[in-house]
């Protein structure tokens, strides 16, 4: 950058034209005098939107990525208005214990979901020898070890029913044969898919949370600060992710997973911009003109790059037909508002009231005004 701008600085000083933004000194001061009731609003609403955020409904598969505005979408769904919404499992048991076989089917048809099973005990009989059977209609049934059962389900590819059938299923497999069946299908898929991200979102999550916090302790040598602008940013997140619960929407898990990091990453310079601004400022002013000094020097700055990551997520939420990526956008302008009503309107806030933790570094210096 530094070379593209010694590059091209003729055009850079000729294009220059009048600022177009205001001074934004009338903002501060219309910071100061509601901050400390914002951070009464924040303090109560980090608990509510962060079990709000952990309560949503999710779609942890791609059965709904895409919706009837797509061709795959509007197939599917001429396809289950016609036929009904079904799906196909394959369940794999020893094949040697035929009468135990019979008796899981029997325990499988019970089941009210299942519409069909074809296996060797339902399609050929207890009673009939392997040996009467032609070997091309018998490796369709059996291998050497194993025999599987074709189950036909009334169910959709995911959802709460989904899983407790998989989860029915599986119980009742592992009754008739103690961890010697294997279980396969796109509803499987997709339970297993949600408890094993499920337990990575934590992973994630603290991972991004604490790679963050370690960078801000080595370049701001404190670690009172750190845990204000982590807090701020991940209650923007909390607030972003708590909007589809109160709506009552069910989002995918897959952009809930990386919005958590996309957001702390993205917005979290707008915290220490602001942060390292309201430093030098309170070296020549005392707190409060440093909150109004600094609310005019960096607001145009993070509007800036605020502006931009808003505009383009609702542009995608808007304009993409993929369900998941419309999601990543509406989510992304969102969250970025989020994060700038956070830093706008709390972080001053918070700064204020821990201000002798700000200025710490300063004292020692004698660089702080009163």
């Not at 008796?103 to 009467?132: F, K, N, R």
């Not at 708590?242 to 997973?257: G, K």
Request: contains cysteine; hydrophobic residues 45%; charged residues 20%.
């Amino acid at each position: 950058m530094p070379v593209f701008i010694l590059a091209t600085y003729k055009w850079i000083d000729k294009t220059e034209h009048r600022s177009l933004m205001p001074k934004f000194n009338g903002f501060g001061k219309f910071i100061t005098k509601i901050m400390i009731p914002m951070v009464v609003v924040f303090v109560i609403a980090i608990v509510p939107s962060y079990l709000a955020s952990n309560s949503n409904s999710f779609y942890y598969g791609a059965s709904k990525i895409f919706g009837p505005e797509t061709k795959l979408g509007a197939d599917t769904e001429k396809i289950e208005s016609v036929f009904g919404k079904s799906d196909t499992y394959v369940l794999m048991v020893p094949k040697d214990d035929k009468q135990t076989q019979k008796e899981l089917s029997d325990a499988l048809h019970d089941i009210p979901q299942v519409t069909g099973i074809i296996s060797y005990v339902d399609t050929v009989g207890v009673e009939i020898p392997e040996s009467y059977l032609d070997e091309a209609a018998y490796s369709k049934l059996c291998s050497d070890e194993y025999t599987r059962m074709v189950i036909s389900v009334d169910t959709e590819y995911e959802g709460d029913k989904t899983f407790d059938l998989v989860k029915e299923i599986r119980d009742t497999a592992q009754d008739y044969f103690p961890d010697e069946w294997y279980l396969a299908g796109q509803g499987v898929s997709t339970y297993d898919l949600m408890d094993t991200i499920t337990a990575d979102m934590v992973k994630v999550n603290l991972v991004a949370i604490a790679a963050v916090f370690i960078v801000l302790v080595l370049t701001m040598k404190s670690l009172v600060l750190p845990v204000i602008l982590v807090l701020g940013i991940e209650t923007a997140i909390w607030i972003n992710l708590s909007i589809p619960y109160f709506m009552d929407n069910t989002i995918f898990y897959i952009a809930y997973l990386i919005i958590s990091s996309i957001q702390l990453g993205a917005t979290v310079d707008y915290a220490i911009l602001l942060t390292d601004r309201y430093k030098e400022m309170r070296q020549v002013y005392s707190k409060k003109d440093a909150i109004i000094n600094t609310i005019s020097a960096v607001t145009v700055s993070i509007l800036t790059s605020g502006s931009t990551l808003t505009v383009v997520g609702f542009l995608l939420g808007k304009i993409s037909t993929h369900g998941l990526l419309s999601q990543l956008g509406y989510f992304l302008g969102k969250g970025t508002l989020c994060s700038l009503a956070i830093v706008f309107f709390v972080l001053p806030g918070l700064l204020y009231i821990f201000d002798k933790f700000v200025i710490k570094d300063n004292r020692k210096d004698g660089r702080f005004h009163e």
